[in-house]
Every structure is written in structure tokens, then in C-alpha cells.
């Protein structure tokens, strides 16, 4: 007699009580696999699909954000670059327009300066030629006194002045 549970000597014999005991038990466990795990490992992959998307959404906004911020980033280097440039050129100017108004003080000043220092010269020049005739008027009365033997009144000597004045005058034009 043949026992159920053992296997035949030849492949090719089919047991049937292993066979139908076989499915039973895989029908079972697919069953129950089927009530138990299977919700489990669908909440578990539909969580992860969530999880992936949600994080997709989140790269594509991040990446969207880091886009608007490269751009406003960009604009705003645009923006300092020009507004550099513009207060470069600024400073150039006025640099420009302080060293004209510099120049035109200093040439101001000095053509002052010049003007006064002739100005000095001319009264300096005029003082020396008065202190000259007064001096030489002096020498010529005492020379005049002792060659005619007396003293020139006040009036003869200022017309005496007056006279020798007006001839170095004409004499140094």
C-alpha cells in the first residue's frame, strides 16, 4: 500500500491529497495575505508614492523659488552694477568740475595776487621817487644856500620842489 504523504518514486506520479493539500494551504495564506498584509504594503507603497510626490512638488516649488531669486539676484547686480557706474562717472565729474573751480580759484588768486604785488611795486616805486626828491630837494637848497649865501625861504623851496618834480617826471616817462 501506498502512503499519501510520501513521494512517489517516479516524478511523474501526482500525489493528489499533497497536491490538494498544497493549494488549500496557499489559498489560505493568500487569504489571509490578502485580508492582513496586503492593505499594509498597499498603505505603505500608496504613502511612499505620496511621499515621493510630495517631495517632488516641493523640489519643483524650490526650484521655481531658487529660479525667481537667481533672476531677482541677477537684476539686482544689474541694478548695482549700473547704479555703480553711474556714481563712478558721478564722482568723475565732480572730481572734473572741482578741479576746474580749483584751477579758476588758484588763476583768480593769482592774477590778485599779481595785481597787488604791481600794485605794492607802483606805490613802493612812487614812494622811493618821493623820498628821492625830497631828498634831493633838500640837497639842492642846502647847495643853493651855501652857493648864494643864505637861507631859501619856505615858499622858494617848494617851488623849487615842485619844479625839479615835475622835470623827473616828464624825464622817467
Do not use: C
Not at 76 to 97: C, F, H, P, V, Y
Amino acid at each position: 500500500m501506498m502512503n499519501p504523504f510520501i513521494a512517489s518514486d517516479s516524478p511523474f506520479d501526482i500525489n493528489l491529497l499533497t497536491l490538494g493539500t498544497s493549494i488549500v494551504v496557499f489559498v489560505i495564506f493568500l487569504l489571509l495575505a490578502m485580508k492582513f498584509v496586503w492593505p499594509h504594503l498597499l498603505k505603505g507603497l500608496d504613502d511612499r508614492d505620496q511621499k515621493l510626490r510630495d517631495d517632488l512638488e516641493a523640489a519643483e516649488e524650490a526650484s521655481q523659488r531658487a529660479k525667481s531669486a537667481l533672476e531677482e539676484y541677477e537684476q539686482e547686480l544689474l541694478s548695482a552694477r549700473t547704479e555703480a557706474g553711474e556714481m563712478i562717472a558721478k564722482a568723475r565729474n565732480d572730481a572734473k568740475a572741482a578741479a576746474e573751480e580749483l584751477r579758476a580759484n588758484n588763476t583768480r588768486e593769482l592774477t590778485e595776487l599779481k595785481k597787488a604785488a604791481s600794485n605794492e611795486i607802483e606805490a613802493a616805486k612812487k614812494a622811493a621817487i618821493g623820498e628821492l626828491h625830497a631828498e634831493a630837494s633838500s640837497l639842492a637848497v642846502a647847495i643853493a644856500s651855501k652857493v648864494l649865501g643864505r637861507e631859501v625861504a619856505a615858499a622858494d623851496q617848494q617851488a623849487l620842489i615842485d619844479e625839479s618834480l615835475a622835470k623827473l617826471t616828464r624825464s622817467s616817462k
